[in-house]
């Protein structure tokens, strides 16, 4: 079954850059988007289609991609900002596939 | 704007079959594609099965056959079937709106607790 592979952790000072990795077979050759869950909220889209931000999302949130890696870039860090966060793309075996998540703290 | 809210039993006994229903208001269920989704606690997400708008439906391999989903258009619901749970199966469960033209979740309802235990 294809899996994506995330950092279980990231830490990062208020207004700094912070860099989320998500990697997977072939990644380069799908679409991948990006999912924020706050405690006990239900997941929200940040970034589709590698590096497209849906209307409303904050532009210090990028995506990119680069070989079989994705990466979410959170730009000027905020406190607001600490989530769990976790890479979705679409397999044809496997379906609908998301990372194992990445849980980002603002210290 | 669109909006989905999980129903059914918080509360399923083992071997037993868990039943949910996602309502959907101020969108046509047949003009989108929809999912359900869980994730177990403290764990990730788990994508379970797929119903599209022509009534075509996937669901995860893990499961083995498991699940069923089905559309009821006249209330705008759509269903979960998941049939002889174990504790393994209890999970918030999500109801999601597939994006047009991509294979992202861009509407999620609130999540509803399903614990299985007897």
């Known amino acids: 079954s294809y899996e994506l592979t995330q950092p279980p952790s990231v830490s990062v000072s208020p207004g700094q850059t912070a860099s989320i990795a998500c990697s997977g077979d072939i990644l380069g050759e799908k679409y991948v988007c990006w999912y924020q869950q706050k405690p006990g909220q239900s997941p929200v889209l940040v970034i589709y289609?590698?590096?497209k931000r849906p209307s409303g999302i904050p532009e210090r949130f990028s995506g990119s991609i680069s070989g079989n890696t994705a990466t979410l870039t959170i730009s000027g860090t905020q406190p607001i900002d600490e989530a769990d966060y976790y890479c979705q793309a679409w397999d044809r075996t496997t379906f609908y596939v998301f990372g194992t998540g990445t849980t980002v703290t603002v210290l | 704007q669109v909006q989905l809210q999980e129903s059914g039993p918080g509360l399923v006994k083992p071997s037993e079959t868990l039943s949910l229903t996602c309502s959907v208001s101020?969108?046509?269920?047949?003009?989108?594609?929809w999912s359900w989704i869980r994730q177990r606690p403290g764990k990730g997400l788990q994508w379970i099965a797929y119903?599209?708008?022509?009534?075509?439906?996937d669901h995860n391999p893990s499961l083995k056959g498991r699940v069923t989903m089905s559309v009821d258009t006249s209330k705008d619901q759509f269903s979960l079937r998941l049939t002889s749970v174990t504790a393994a199966d209890t999970a918030v469960y999500y109801c999601a709106r597939r994006a047009d033209d991509d294979d992202v979740f861009d509407i999620w309802g609130q999540g509803t607790l399903v614990t299985v235990s007897s």
């Open positions: 101020s969108a046509s269920i047949r003009s989108h594609s």
């Open positions: 119903l599209d708008y022509s009534g075509t439906t």
């Open positions: 289609q590698d590096t």
